[in-house]
């Protein structure tokens, strides 16, 4: 079966821009998580969605927020771009809101702020 | 807090020798433990993962990891290396009480020489 889609795969954008990056789970997955992984930070949780809650929140600011759709594609919205939100964001799907369940990650989204 | 210690952050191997990838982790909940690769331009991909049980869990390519609870430790080693297993390694830290949210540490970078 197909895998974790993200699109755009590559995206650039001026600071205080705003962006939304969208994730495509695997077909019957239903928990959707987000990642920013950047050089400096390294892989950061930044929120989970399971049944189009959100069920965790990683220690982003408000600026970062996400939702889910009834059919688990799920999106996430960075307002007013800063240069440190270069990064690259992977989205990951899982069967249920639970680490034990294998997590697959997408190919990610590369944000580039100039 | 919680942290996740990977203390080399480039290794080189020669291809056919052995390897070790070291981890460390803080957590004060029991912590779940996995091992993610990433190749260049793809996501992560999970290699072997430690819930509860045989400390010692074997993964895929080849891979195998130690648990060491007096250590908060948890090794990935592989016994001979290829070329194609030049990558970045990752290991995360996970708990039932955290949902999918996983901690990861900062990465090592696996070179494969001939």
């Known amino acids: 079966k197909a895998g974790v889609t993200q699109t755009p795969r590559y995206l650039i954008k001026t600071r205080g821009q705003q962006v939304t990056l969208s994730c495509s789970p695997i077909?019957?997955?239903?928990?959707v998580s987000w990642y920013q992984q950047t050089p400096g930070q390294g892989l950061q949780f930044l929120f989970e969605?399971?049944?189009?809650?959100?069920?965790n929140k990683g220690n982003f600011p408000g600026r970062f927020s996400g939702r889910q759709f009834s059919n688990s594609r799920s999106e996430m919205n960075v307002s007013t771009l800063e240069l440190g939100d270069s990064a690259l964001y992977l989205c990951?799907?899982?069967?249920?809101?639970?680490?034990?369940?294998?997590?697959?990650f997408g190919p990610g989204t590369r944000l580039t702020v100039t | 807090a919680q942290s996740v210690t990977q203390p080399d952050i480039h290794i080189t191997v020669s291809e056919g020798a052995s390897l070790e990838l070291r981890c460390n982790y803080s957590?004060?909940?029991?912590?779940?433990l996995f091992w993610y690769v990433q190749s260049p331009g793809q996501g992560l991909q999970l290699l072997l993962k430690?819930?509860?049980?045989?400390?010692l869990v074997q993964g895929i390519k080849g891979f195998e990891a130690e648990f060491k609870r007096s250590q908060s430790s948890f090794n990935l080693r592989k016994p001979s290396v290829h070329w194609s297993d030049a990558a970045e390694y990752f290991c995360?830290?996970?708990?039932?009480?955290?949902?999918?949210?996983?901690?990861f540490g900062k990465g090592t970078t696996l070179s494969v020489s001939s």
């Open positions: 957590y004060g909940a029991t912590p779940y």
């Open positions: 969605y399971f049944s189009e809650t959100q069920r």
């Open positions: 995360a830290v996970g708990a039932v009480q955290a949902g999918t949210a996983l901690i």
């Open positions: 430690y819930f509860s049980g045989d400390t």
């Open positions: 990951a799907s899982s069967l249920a809101w639970t680490s034990t369940d294998e997590q697959y």
């Open positions: 077909s019957g997955h239903r928990s």
